[in-house]
C-alpha cells in the first residue's frame, strides 16, 4: 500500500514495478536479503564467537580418509529436517539458501558494503519493469470497455 501511494498508483495496480522504480526490496526479498546477509557475515567470520562452527562444510563433514574434491565440499552441510516447520528454521534455512544462491561474484565479496549494495542490485534486477499478469479480469491489464 505504501509503495502505491508514494506513485500516485490505484489501489490495485501491480507493485512489482513499483518498487523496481522506487528501488526499495519487496518484503519476500527483505528476508532473503537479510538472510544472505547474515550468512556472509557467517562466512567473513564478522560475527560474535557464539557463532563460531555452528555450520561445518561438506568437507568437514566427510571422514578424513576421504580425500576426493568433491564438487559440493564447499558447500554448508545442510541439517536433516524431517519437518517442514523445523526446515524453516534458520539453522536449516540459512545454509541451504547460502549454497544454492548461484551469483559466485557476490557471494566471495569481504566488505560488507560493497557486498549489500551489489546483492540488493542483483535482487532489484530479479524484478520485472512489465507484469506478464494471467488474472483475468485484471482491472490494470484489462480495463473494462467504457462507451
Same mark, same amino acid.
Given at each position: 500500500?505504501?509503495v502505491?501511494?508514494?506513485?500516485?498508483?490505484?489501489?490495485? #495496480?501491480?507493485?512489482?514495478?513499483?518498487? !523496481?522504480?522506487?528501488g526499495v526490496?519487496?518484503?519476500? !526479498?527483505?528476508?532473503f536479503?537479510? @538472510?544472505?546477509q547474515?550468512?556472509?557475515?557467517?562466512?567473513?567470520?564478522f560475527?560474535p564467537?557464539?557463532?563460531?562452527?555452528t555450520w561445518? %562444510?561438506n &568437507?568437514?563433514?566427510?571422514v578424513?580418509?576421504?580425500?576426493?574434491?568433491?564438487?559440493?565440499?564447499? #558447500?554448508?552441510?545442510?541439517p536433516f529436517?524431517?519437518?517442514? &516447520?523445523?526446515?524453516?528454521?534458520?539453522?536449516?534455512?540459512l545454509?541451504?539458501?547460502w &549454497?544454492?544462491?548461484?551469483?559466485?561474484?557476490?557471494?566471495?565479496i569481504?566488505?560488507?558494503?560493497?557486498f549489500n !549494495?551489489? %546483492? !540488493?542490485?542483483?535482487?532489484?534486477?530479479?524484478?520485472? @519493469?512489465?507484469?506478464?499478469? #494471467?488474472?483475468?479480469?485484471?482491472?490494470?491489464?484489462?480495463?473494462? #470497455?467504457?462507451?
Open positions: 500500500m505504501a502505491r501511494i508514494i506513485h500516485g498508483a490505484r489501489y490495485n #495496480d501491480h507493485t512489482e514495478p513499483l518498487f !523496481k522504480a522506487a526490496l519487496p518484503v519476500e !526479498k527483505l528476508f536479503y537479510f @538472510d544472505l547474515f550468512m556472509q557475515h557467517y562466512v567473513q567470520n560475527l564467537i557464539a557463532f563460531t562452527d561445518a %562444510l &568437507s568437514h563433514r566427510r578424513p580418509e576421504f580425500h576426493m574434491n568433491l564438487r559440493n565440499n564447499d #558447500d554448508y552441510d545442510v529436517a524431517r519437518l517442514v &516447520s523445523l526446515e524453516r528454521q534458520p539453522f536449516t534455512r545454509p541451504k539458501l &549454497s544454492e544462491f548461484e551469483n559466485e561474484n557476490i557471494k566471495i569481504r566488505n560488507k558494503l560493497e !549494495k551489489k %546483492l !540488493k542490485f542483483f535482487l532489484l534486477n530479479q524484478l520485472r @519493469d512489465t507484469i506478464i499478469c #494471467d488474472r483475468l479480469y485484471c482491472p490494470q491489464c484489462h480495463p473494462p #470497455d467504457r462507451l
